[in-house]
């Protein structure tokens, strides 16, 4: 330390001038460590894009070997969402570093060409007002040469109103009699909610999985109080109101030739915990097989997974119907089922899953393997004899 200060010197305008070049120097490596970290942080989000373009194409090639890749993709997903703004923040972090400074090069991160915006959407033109004079000679004679146009996507924010439905009155001037149009058509009594918000409401419920409880507290947010009861009251009009038309559409479903069945969990909302229910789905889609009716979709919801809900559920169906080995189906098949059996066809994933699980052990098998010859002082090549290990591991490493 002393030596340092040995080494200043005693001018003052040379101390200026030696910190001026200190804090250079300061600036200089603080932006070299600014692109440095942006690079590195481009690196890292660049590896987890490709992990995650890597899961997804591998499961629409081999297909979902598990239910745990569903929720690896979603990992790394959202592992990528935060290395992605990660790199963004030390980007711009660099940018500032770099202005500071005078010779350190600046980064930009290599972007995706970004998507069109979909034609559908109405295009807001937004002119800024032209230059009155020329910058360099000061003339006022300019004529257009062209333009250039950005393009911003933007969003216009939820807006509430209400619609004030009037009825005029009207009395005959000759008999007295009192005229007024009839009340128009609403989905629910009273009519306090319009058709756009009760879709609003069924969509975020049934489409979206949230709950009322948070749909009421997002719109008091907005300055519109609805009461969890009001929700609740709109919601169930709106299913009775639609009723017929869901009849019709498992009316439709039914008179398929073949289904498509599976089950999925669905989280509930209960009392101190989280429930686990269940949604059932039947597809029609006869599109492969040169059918001309539209595809559809039926789906029940139950509390539970026993069998009596797909029994229910197909009670009257009679055709071909594609689902896993849930037990459930069983009595489906059953030849004294009344009115008949349904065929079953069988599903080529569930089916695979033995033959995957299987090649798994046998890895496992001839790791263990090893493993074993080792701790018995013998070598971990094929040259043990497979009746000097255990059953169990001689019969999944034998050569096949």
């Not at 306090?192 to 979206?208: D, H, R, V």
């Not at 090649?359 to 493993?371: K, T």
């Not at 074993?372 to 004899?385: D, F, I, L, N």
Request: glycine letters at 6%; hydrophobic letters at 40%; a negative charge.
């Amino acid at each position: 330390m002393d030596a340092d200060l040995a080494a200043l010197p005693d001018d003052l305008d040379a101390l200026k001038a030696a910190l001026v070049i200190e804090r250079v120097q300061r600036l200089e490596a603080d932006a070299h460590l600014a692109v440095a970290q942006a690079k590195a942080s481009e690196d890292a989000a660049l590896i987890a894009h490709q992990k995650l373009r890597i899961a997804k194409l591998e499961q629409q090639i081999y297909g979902p070997r598990s239910e745990r890749s569903a929720r690896l993709i979603d990992q790394l997903a959202l592992q990528f969402e935060e290395l992605e703004a990660g790199a963004t923040e030390d980007e711009l972090a660099a940018e500032i570093a770099v202005a500071k400074a005078t010779t350190v090069a600046g980064f930009t991160r290599k972007r995706p060409d970004r998507n069109t915006f979909p034609e559908h959407l109405p295009r807001e033109r937004v002119v800024i007002d032209p230059p009155v004079a020329c910058d360099c000679c000061g003339g006022t004679r300019l004529r257009k040469l062209g333009e250039d146009v950005t393009r911003t996507l933007e969003v216009i924010p939820r807006q509430w109103k209400v619609i004030e439905t009037v009825r005029e009155k009207f009395t005959c001037r000759d008999c007295e009699k009192i005229s007024q149009a009839p009340a128009p058509f609403h989905v629910i009594p009273r009519g306090w909610a319009g058709p756009s918000l009760l879709a609003m409401i069924l969509y975020e419920k049934f489409g979206q999985h949230q709950p009322l409880n948070r749909q009421t507290e997002r719109y008091a947010l907005e300055g519109v109080p609805i009461s969890l009861s009001t929700a609740a009251d709109a919601m169930g009009s709106s299913c009775t109101a639609l009723a017929p038309l869901l009849r019709r559409v498992e009316a439709h479903v039914m008179a398929a030739e073949r289904l498509h069945g599976d089950d999925t969990t669905v989280p509930v909302l209960a009392l101190g915990k989280c429930d686990v229910a269940r949604c059932w789905v039947y597809v029609k889609d006869d599109r492969p097989f040169g059918g001309s009716d539209p595809p559809a979709a039926m789906f029940y919801y139950s509390r539970d997974r026993k069998g009596e809900h797909p029994q229910a559920h197909l009670a009257k169906y009679g055709g071909i119907l594609q689902a896993d080995a849930f037990g459930g189906y069983t009595k489906l098949y059953e030849p004294q089922r009344n009115p008949g059996p349904i065929a079953e066809a069988a599903c080529w994933v569930h089916a695979r899953r033995p033959f995957f699980a299987m090649a798994d052990l046998e890895e496992n098998a001839r790791c263990a393997a090893s493993h074993w010859a080792e701790s018995r002082g013998c070598s971990a090549a094929p040259t043990v004899a497979a009746n000097e290990l255990p059953p169990c591991i001689a019969s999944s490493s034998a050569p096949r």
